[in-house]
């Protein structure tokens, strides 16, 4: 699996440059938006009940302030707006970026 060679902060996108050579873009907002946290997407319980996940869906002018590598498999990103509880995988964050910007 590709790892973060280098991370940017380009203005209000996050750009990664990965170990095989690919980069990813990612407007800060949009990251934001992507969270895999409990609290953006919700939780389920033992017996099937989603909880959570029903807060705002659109983070209009939060940026990226810090981010952290966790392990050998994901990043954590703090956002102006406090939020810092997702783990996004690499492999999450190429999947995403596929989405953001298709291959042609």
Known sequence: MPTPANIQLIGRELA??????AESYFPTEL???????AENIGERDIFGQLHGGDGPKQFPGVTVRA???VGNYALRFTFSDGHGSGLY?????????EQIRPSS
């Open 67 to 69: 981010w952290e590598q």
């Open 89 to 97: 995988s690499y492999d999450y964050l190429r999947r995403l970026a």
């Open 16 to 21: 990664i440059a990965w170990s095989d050579g």
């Open 31 to 37: 990251l934001r938006a992507a969270s895999p946290s």
